[in-house]
């Protein structure tokens, strides 16, 4: 059984920031790549940004140069530092870790006021 934790979520202003965790535990053998995802009220759920176990990141458009992706492989745990933030933010951030099967958080929400 593998559980991933998320916390950090909150309210902020526009221009704030937060920093989310995702910690990953149980029967863990080897964690591939980790990344977090969002959903807003009425929309699709969309790729945030991702890091493979080596480090290699990837952002959407919309978050770059504003959100950073790190992990600590020892702690088996992703992190999404978000800079910047802006209304346009707002959503329920979903952390995902690669087993090879994919694993889900239970969602973090993030709002950001104007």
């Known amino acids: 059984q593998v559980q991933l934790v998320e916390s950090g979520g909150g309210l902020v202003q526009a221009g704030g920031s937060l920093r989310l965790s995702c910690a990953a535990s149980?029967?863990?053998?080897?964690?591939?790549?980790m990344g977090w995802y969002r959903q807003a009220p009425g929309k699709q759920r969309e790729l945030v940004a991702t890091i493979t176990r080596t480090g290699s990141t990837n952002y959407a458009d919309s978050v770059k140069g504003r959100f950073t992706i790190s992990r600590d492989n020892a702690k088996n745990t992703v992190y999404l530092q978000m800079n910047s933030l802006k209304p346009e933010d707002t959503a329920v951030y979903y952390c995902?870790?690669?087993?090879?099967?994919?694993?889900w958080g239970q969602g973090t929400q993030v709002t950001v006021s104007s």
């Open positions: 149980g029967s863990i053998f080897r964690i591939n790549a």
């Open positions: 995902y870790a690669d087993m090879p099967m994919r694993h």
